[in-house]
């Protein structure tokens, strides 16, 4: 009880201290705060534009977080989610550029499951390494990211390259794409915000009410303890690694069919590293993780706005960075409560 | 005059007092042996010399001046040195590199390694011990390796040294190498304090001996006026625990057996050499042997948490040799771990997650796939009131509950699946009296309902108590078998210390 109710109040807590500094540091450059922040919501959640924007935004943000969030469950850094994104769409888009005789009801799952397995296959060489020579996933995870990189670069920029301009893939076939759910302007949102909490609703079940997600929480919490019951440490290193490179993979589908319906090198730009942020600030809790997700992609969708006004854009990193700073170091804002508590 | 004296030192860590008001006093240029088993609470003394661990109580002297250590550096500042089991060396820096570091001589700003070099050899020749000075540490044996650390101490001015445990990791000819080099340092005035649980060694080398015994001190003996014996009884304790009535029973078939087990441990070192015994059904086989005798390498081997390098396994006459952990469950071995904490407990994870654990994919806990969280409930709430696990929190987590309570757990997981062979490894350590007269009885329970039992203990009192035979393990092999009722305490401590049933018997 105690436990849950800190796991919610600390990065609520970290996110009130970030506002606090913030908003000193508005009115030393001059700024009136409180328009700051209007401005930074008017952004976001002004108007059915922003609010779409907004949702475009946090959908992969959600699935990354997820993906880092389910492999610090289960006992492994998984820092690939970029990698993993980046291939699982990169396959995905090779394979659904030429589904246009397939219609959309087969096209989307099998899309989907393509972009899924290449980020499970992807990271499951990680889990694999660990779990045979001991090598640590952090290592391997970077690596993997640099080699995923480069090959999307060289295949965009040669097998599969179409146009000039941009480096980018040919465009998936129509039936691949995601439904639209909103329609503002020039901006489309997709279902891909129902995938993302489709796969909040399932990593929750997974890890709280099956004996796969019982096993994975086992080793990661105790490895020795886990052997002793009976548990294959291996295997589930291996499994966990697969199912965290499967959400990532599944980022990348929503981006490739919901987004840019191509793949370039904007699809992922960093939003796999994004996922670590993410499933620090949600505590890797699954419904952690969907608000942590609104909030960053919130941010980020306000920070134009409130640009406008003269306020810089990078004032939403200094808030960020905070948050994650103190939600990491949670013993500070712990201690602080403690005392305050003790005082009482 | 004393070189050191600590006077009354406690110290507590969470859950245990490693140290109980205990007072040593070692003399000017004498080997003084600090004897005890693993867990004694030898090592936790000797790093609160060298300021590794602070004294909550108590008193330091150094020459007879009262001092405080704050750390290693005032350690060295006093002219005491360490040598630890683990060694603290850099292995891709050469031997004169890892001996000055820290305190490397400098000519201008530059590091005088010329300098360095002929340092250290001539504290090596000055007492005979024999290093390559340019040699990288990855490259030479074991036996340099702790010469190098000898030396790091002389060069840092040590007059007090301390060897923990330093034959451990030695072959016996490298013993002989590291007695020679101890008796010249004696002999140049140094004094040495050595740790360690091997009763000849002891008997070799040293001039005095503290013998330590769960945290207390139990005896202080001049080495010319004492024997193994007299070592081994202050070693193992003769305070009378309660007994526990034992009712007679009959035992049935072998359900388990080994034949010829060899065991490697983490080191790639030979731990069990060549084991073989049998358990019967209702009956109780107790190993009784110093910690650190290959023991827990045992266990692992027979549960399948260790490989096996030779050797075979057998339950109810099936080979199970190379069998895993869940192999070995569902025939029906069950296993109490001796490191709670490591492998018997989740800490992170609820008491109702605990108790399910190896059981955790079958009916009632879950169809394969979903967990069914309210038969799990139902059955920790059962479980937690027939082994009184305190508090009746079924949603407490594992590593919140004391650990008597956290034994508890555990005994009452593995017993409540019924096993047909059950291994128990130090079921009591570090529990209260009321803990271990529950954890008893229900292992006498056991063996009513025909389990095949055993048990491995450094609790002589307890193996005495519980077992129907007694095997004693000593360097991974067994000393010898005895009824309970046929041998004596100090028999018992004799082979535990490194001789045959044989030996022992002719007197």
Do not use: C
Not at chain 1, 73 to 78: D, P, T
Not at chain 2, 68 to 81: L, S, V
Not at chain 2, 125 to 135: I, P, T
Request: cysteine-free.
């Amino acid at each position: 009880m105690n436990k849950k109710f800190m796991a919610i109040l600390v990065p609520v807590v970290s996110v009130l201290i970030a506002l606090a500094i913030s908003t000193i540091i508005i009115i030393l450059i001059g700024k009136n705060p409180i328009d700051a922040y209007g401005a930074l919501i008017k952004g976001s959640f002004g108007s059915k534009q922003a609010i779409a924007d907004t949702v475009i935004k946090t959908t992969p943000l959600i699935l990354t977080g997820l993906a880092v969030g389910f492999g610090f469950r289960a006992g492994v850094f998984n820092i690939g989610a970029e990698g993993q994104m980046v291939m699982g769409a990169l396959i995905a888009a090779t394979f659904a550029s030429n589904f246009g005789f397939l219609p959309p009801l087969i096209a989307i799952p099998l899309t989907i499951l393509i972009a899924m397995s290449v980020g499970a296959g992807y990271a499951a060489i990680a889990g694999f390494l660990k779990a045979k020579t001991g090598a640590h996933e952090v290592v391997t995870t970077i690596m993997l990211n640099w080699i995923a990189t480069y090959f999307a670069s060289y295949m965009v920029t040669g097998p599969l390259k179409v146009g000039s301009g941009t480096p980018k893939s040919p465009e998936i076939a129509d039936s691949a794409q995601l439904p639209i759910l909103m329609k503002v302007g020039a901006i489309e949102m997709s279902a891909g915000i129902i995938i993302a909490i489709i796969a909040a609703i399932f990593m929750y079940i997974l890890l709280n009410k099956t004996t796969t997600g019982y096993e994975i929480k086992a080793v990661g919490f105790n490895p020795y303890a886990a052997e002793y019951g009976g548990i294959s440490v291996s295997k589930n290193i291996v499994l966990a690694m697969a199912i965290s490179g499967a959400l990532a993979g599944l980022a990348g589908a929503t981006e490739l069919m919901g987004v840019h319906h191509r793949f370039l090198g904007e699809l992922s730009g960093g939003k796999g590293f994004d996922g670590i942020s993410i499933a620090l600030i949600g505590q890797n809790n699954p419904i952690g993780i969907i608000f942590a997700a609104f909030l960053i992609g919130a941010l980020r969708t306000g920070s134009n706005e409130m640009q406008f006004i003269g306020v810089p854009k990078h004032m939403v990193m200094i808030i960020q960075g905070i948050v994650i700073f103190l939600v990491a170091a949670d013993r500070i804002v712990r201690t602080i409560m403690i005392r305050k508590r003790v005082e009482k | 005059m004393y070189a050191v004296e600590m006077v009354n030192i406690v110290k507590k860590f969470p859950g245990v007092l490693a140290n109980d008001h205990v007072t040593i006093r070692v003399k000017k240029g004498e080997i003084h042996a600090i004897v005890g088993e693993n867990g004694a609470g030898k090592s936790t003394l000797m790093n609160q010399l060298y300021g590794l661990y602070h004294p909550d109580e108590g008193e330091i002297f150094i020459n007879g001046e009262k001092v405080t250590i704050r750390g290693p550096k005032d350690a060295i500042k006093n002219g005491i040195g360490m040598v630890h089991q683990h060694f603290m060396l850099v292995d891709t820096l050469t031997v004169a590199e890892n001996v000055v570091l820290g305190s490397e001589p400098v000519k201008g700003l530059n590091f005088d390694m010329k300098k360095a070099r002929q340092d250290v050899k001539d504290l090596s020749e000055k007492y005979g011990l024999f290093v390559d000075v340019d040699a990288k540490i990855e490259d030479i044996p074991v036996g340099m390796q702790q010469r190098v650390e000898i030396i790091k101490t002389l060069y840092r001015g040590a007059n007090i040294i301390i060897l923990d445990e330093p034959t451990a990791v030695l072959t016996p000819q490298e013993v002989e190498e590291l007695f020679e080099i101890m008796r010249k340092l004696k002999d140049s005035g140094k004094t040495i304090l050595f740790i360690s649980h091997k009763l000849h060694e002891v008997m070799e080398i040293s001039d005095r001996i503290t013998v330590m015994r769960l945290g207390k001190v139990t005896g202080e003996l001049e080495t010319s006026k004492t024997n193994p014996k007299e070592i081994a009884r202050h070693m193992v304790g003769r305070e009378v625990v309660l007994r526990v009535t034992k009712e007679p029973h009959e035992p049935k078939e072998v359900v388990f057996e080994i034949k010829d087990l060899v065991v490697k441990d983490n080191r790639g070192l030979t731990a069990v050499n060549g084991i073989s015994f049998n358990v019967r059904k209702g009956e109780i086989v107790g190993i009784a042997g110093v910690a650190g005798n290959g023991q827990t390498e045992l266990v692992e081997a027979i549960t399948g948490l260790r490989k096996i390098e030779s050797g075979n396994i057998y339950f109810e006459g099936k080979d199970v040799t190379g069998f895993n952990p869940k192999q070995l469950r569902e025939l029906g071995m069950a296993h109490i771990p001796e490191d709670r904490l490591k492998h018997g407990l989740i800490k992170e994870f609820e008491a109702y997650y605990n108790v399910i654990l190896g059981q955790h994919y079958k009916y009632p806990f879950s169809n394969g796939t979903f967990l069914y969280h309210d038969n799990i409930f139902n059955y920790t709430k059962d479980l937690m009131e027939e082994f009184d696990v305190r508090p009746r929190k079924i949603d407490h987590l594992g590593g919140n509950f004391s650990g008597g309570n956290q034994q508890k757990l555990v005994v009452g997981r593995e017993i409540k699946t019924n096993p047909k062979f059950l291994v128990v490894a130090q079921p009591t350590r570090g529990l209260d009296v009321g803990a271990i007269e529950f954890i008893h009885k229900q292992i006498l329970k056991m063996r009513s309902l025909d389990a095949g039992i055993l048990l491995i203990s450094m609790e002589l009192e307890e193996i005495f108590s519980l077992s129907d035979r007694i095997l004693v393990m000593y360097e991974g092999e067994i000393m010898g078998e005895v009824k309970p009722e046929e041998t004596t305490i100090e028999e018992v401590g004799l082979m535990m210390t490194g001789h045959r049933f044989e030996e022992v018997r002719r007197g």
